[in-house]
């Protein structure tokens, strides 16, 4: 994004940065289905006073058009004309990169037969660009490597002892998260309470009746600050900038809608879920004559639990709808615990609140660990031994691989890149810098994974585990190796079966349709403003099987590279009847 450009539309902005997550078109199948009975939870309040905001990202205004933000499907390329030699098909693929559209931008490219090893085409295959979405790639494929696609993330609860013969805990009830995004409603058929119901169940199951202490959302098993390094401002405010925390709930936004009221000059009706107490929200947008263009700026500050609405919407304007990043998604989770718990007859004397690796205060020790694809407990001999009574384990990584890589789930991938470096400290080797973040050490463990793939360290940087972070740095050639690894390795089939499909799911369910690359290519998009990028498998018409990566940065804001030259060559190579 450019830091220098004024405020842009909402409805402009969030086209961008779905295209910046390379996250599949919004429509209004996708959405979350409102919740599945009555909230139980206070609803957010509408606060007529206005907060003073931190100074930091600018309001975003939302212009008018349709209601929900959604990415016109991408134009299908012209189907391609079949190659039949390895010549033919270099000189079709150098005819695409000199468009005119992409006289400005630098292009690199490579394309490999993994039956040979011959290359096929390459052009600036070892220049440093930014890959965008492409990292998530390096950081699921660490994840399968080192954790399994069996593994399991496990949530515990813990108290200082068993709850006595009359179901009462002495103490606090303690919620000890590591990480598991599969507690929401993407897991658990669009249900915000189900995973949360779920583990209040467990609790019930432990035989708990009354908590004499607090309730604690416990988050501390990662250390190091809730969002990932190099990530922007105006990013932080959206679902895609969501606080990284190990107690994950509902992809930790909220769905927002706004629609006009009952008559001109009435105010807006605005409305969020799942429930969050936390929220309150600054309601100045008015219901303006019918046919008015709609301008609606939204605002929450960093940090804060206030967001701010302000401008005008039409009478006769169908709404808009929007997803917005919340505020200490720890302490969101254990009030939704509680109330779940409420609902289930357990009694809980205290207050709600939450511990951190920063604050202190939690009676887990670090030490305390749940090794992968067992139940075995690694416990540190520091400090009190809390006693686990429930646990919830989430669905086989597997799963979440395919939630990660195929609509492209920022947050989910920083989860795994934590969950790397973690699990590194606990069972293998330690990194070679043990004091650093969590997410430092998930960074160790995906350089250490791509080297032992044949990677060069010189030709990667990384800084964050999903691509949001502009400071992310790789080549073509360094991502085709690490391609070419996990093709033949162990787990290929589950990391294979993780990325979209063209035509089909995820990223590319609107492109490359009515192609020879339809049901055919599987790979990774990836997009910011002036980075796209494409990389993955595709099959030839001759049976080849192929591997290619396509990075293009660096060009003008009118000029769509999957359009223009991404698209074009994938469907070359699923059309190329020759071989290597």
């Given at each position: 994004?450019?830091?220098n450009r004024?405020?842009?539309?909402?409805?402009?902005?969030?086209l961008l940065f779905c295209?910046?997550?390379?996250?599949?078109?919004?429509?209004?199948?996708?959405?979350?289905?409102?919740?599945?009975r009555e909230?139980r939870v206070?609803?957010?309040?509408v606060?007529?006073?206005?907060?003073?905001?931190?100074p930091?990202?600018?309001?975003?205004?939302?212009?008018?058009?349709?209601?929900?933000?959604t990415?016109?499907?991408?134009?299908a390329?012209a189907?391609?004309q079949?190659?039949?030699?390895?010549?033919?098909?270099?000189?079709r693929i150098?005819?695409?990169?000199?468009?005119p559209?992409l006289?400005?931008?630098?292009?690199?490219i490579k394309?490999a037969?993994l039956?040979?090893?011959?290359?096929?085409?390459?052009?600036?295959?070892?220049k440093?660009?930014r890959?965008a979405?492409?990292?998530?790639?390096y950081?699921?494929?660490?994840?399968?490597?080192?954790?399994?696609?069996d593994?399991r993330?496990v949530?515990?609860?813990?108290?200082?002892?068993?709850?006595?013969a009359?179901?009462v805990?002495k103490?606090?009830?303690?919620i000890?998260g590591?990480g598991?995004?599969?507690?929401g409603?993407?897991?658990n058929?669009?249900?915000?309470?189900?995973?949360?119901?779920?583990l209040?169940?467990?609790?019930?199951?432990?035989?708990?009746?009354?908590?004499?202490?607090?309730?604690?959302g416990?988050e501390?098993h990662?250390?190091?600050?809730?969002?990932?390094?190099?990530?922007e401002?105006?990013d932080?405010?959206w679902?895609?900038?969501?606080e990284?925390?190990?107690?994950?709930?509902?992809?930790?936004?909220?769905d927002?809608?706004?629609?006009?009221?009952?008559?001109?000059?009435?105010?807006a009706?605005?409305?969020t879920?799942?429930?969050?107490?936390?929220?309150?929200?600054?309601n100045?947008?008015?219901?303006a004559?019918?046919?008015?263009?709609?301008?609606?700026?939204?605002?929450?500050?960093?940090?804060?639990?206030?967001?701010?609405?302000?401008?005008a919407?039409a009478?006769?304007?169908r709404g808009y709808n929007?997803r917005?990043?919340i505020?200490r998604?720890?302490l969101?989770?254990?009030y939704?615990?509680?109330?779940?718990?409420?609902q289930?007859?357990v009694?809980?004397?205290?207050k709600?609140?939450t511990?951190?690796?920063?604050?202190?205060?939690?009676?887990?020790?670090?030490?305390?660990?749940?090794?992968?694809?067992?139940?075995l407990?690694?416990?540190?001999t520091?400090?009190?031994q809390?006693?686990e009574i429930?646990?919830?384990?989430?669905?086989p990584?597997?799963?979440?691989a395919?939630?990660?890589?195929?609509p492209?789930?920022?947050?989910y991938t920083?989860l795994?890149l934590r969950?790397?470096?973690?699990?590194?400290s606990?069972?293998a080797?330690?990194?070679?810098?043990?004091s650093?973040?969590?997410?430092?050490?998930?960074?160790?463990?995906?350089?250490t994974f791509?080297?032992?793939a044949?990677?060069?360290p010189?030709?990667?940087s990384?800084?964050?585990?999903?691509?949001?972070s502009?400071n992310d740095m790789?080549?073509?050639e360094?991502?085709?190796?690490?391609?070419?690894?996990?093709h033949?390795h162990?787990?290929?089939?589950?990391?294979?079966?993780?990325?979209p499909v063209?035509?089909v799911d995820g990223?590319l369910?609107n492109?490359?349709?009515?192609?020879?690359?339809e049901?055919?290519v599987?790979?990774?998009t990836?997009?910011?403003?002036?980075?796209?990028?494409l990389s993955?498998?595709?099959?030839?018409?001759?049976g080849?099987?192929?591997?290619?990566?396509?990075m293009v940065n660096?060009?003008?804001?009118?000029?769509?590279?999957?359009?223009v030259c991404i698209?074009?060559?994938?469907?070359?190579?699923?059309?190329?009847?020759g071989?290597?």
């Amino acid at each position: 994004m450019n830091k220098n450009r004024p405020t842009f539309t909402a409805l402009a902005s969030l086209l961008l940065f779905c295209l910046v997550l390379s996250i599949a078109p919004v429509t209004s199948a996708q959405q979350q289905p409102p919740p599945q009975r009555e909230r139980r939870v206070e609803p957010a309040t509408v606060v007529v006073a206005t907060p003073t905001p931190s100074p930091v990202p600018i309001a975003t205004p939302v212009p008018s058009g349709s209601p929900t933000p959604t990415v016109v499907p991408l134009r299908a390329p012209a189907p391609a004309q079949v190659t039949r030699t390895v010549a033919e098909l270099q000189s079709r693929i150098s005819e695409v990169l000199r468009k005119p559209e992409l006289a400005q931008a630098m292009v690199g490219i490579k394309v490999a037969s993994l039956d040979t090893g011959q290359v096929l085409f390459e052009s600036n295959a070892n220049k440093l660009l930014r890959p965008a979405s492409n990292m998530k790639l390096y950081s699921v494929a660490a994840a399968i490597d080192r954790l399994s696609p069996d593994y399991r993330f496990v949530t515990s609860v813990y108290a200082p002892a068993k709850p006595d013969a009359k179901g009462v805990v002495k103490g606090d009830l303690i919620i000890y998260g590591r990480g598991d995004p599969s507690i929401g409603f993407r897991f658990n058929e669009g249900n915000y309470f189900k995973g949360i119901d779920d583990l209040a169940a467990r609790i019930v199951a432990a035989g708990v009746k009354r908590v004499d202490g607090d309730l604690v959302g416990d988050e501390s098993h990662f250390t190091g600050p809730p969002y990932g390094t190099g990530w922007e401002w105006e990013d932080l405010q959206w679902w895609y900038g969501a606080e990284v925390s190990a107690l994950t709930v509902n992809d930790n936004y909220l769905d927002t809608s706004v629609k006009p009221g009952n008559k001109v000059g009435a105010p807006a009706v605005i409305t969020t879920g799942p429930p969050d107490p936390l929220l309150r929200i600054t309601n100045r947008v008015v219901t303006a004559p019918n046919g008015t263009k709609r301008d609606l700026e939204i605002y929450r500050a960093l940090n804060s639990d206030v967001v701010e609405f302000s401008g005008a919407i039409a009478l006769d304007d169908r709404g808009y709808n929007g997803r917005l990043a919340i505020s200490r998604p720890a302490l969101l989770f254990a009030y939704l615990l509680r109330a779940s718990l409420a609902q289930q007859g357990v009694t809980i004397k205290g207050k709600t609140r939450t511990v951190d690796s920063y604050s202190g205060g939690s009676i887990v020790p670090k030490g305390v660990r749940i090794l992968p694809n067992t139940n075995l407990v690694l416990s540190s001999t520091l400090g009190v031994q809390p006693v686990e009574i429930a646990r919830k384990e989430s669905v086989p990584f597997s799963q979440i691989a395919a939630q990660t890589l195929k609509p492209s789930q920022n947050l989910y991938t920083e989860l795994i890149l934590r969950t790397l470096g973690e699990f590194s400290s606990s069972v293998a080797a330690p990194p070679p810098n043990p004091s650093r973040t969590s997410e430092g050490r998930g960074i160790e463990v995906v350089k250490t994974f791509l080297k032992e793939a044949g990677v060069d360290p010189s030709s990667l940087s990384l800084t964050d585990g999903s691509g949001l972070s502009r400071n992310d740095m790789i080549t073509p050639e360094a991502t085709l190796q690490m391609l070419t690894y996990m093709h033949s390795h162990r787990y290929a089939a589950a990391f294979r079966d993780a990325l979209p499909v063209a035509g089909v799911d995820g990223t590319l369910r609107n492109r490359m349709k009515g192609t020879a690359a339809e049901n055919n290519v599987r790979a990774k998009t990836g997009t910011l403003s002036s980075a796209s990028s494409l990389s993955g498998f595709v099959t030839s018409a001759s049976g080849e099987r192929l591997v290619f990566s396509i990075m293009v940065n660096n060009y003008p804001g009118s000029t769509d590279p999957p359009s223009v030259c991404i698209d074009p060559i994938a469907i070359l190579l699923a059309s190329f009847s020759g071989r290597s």
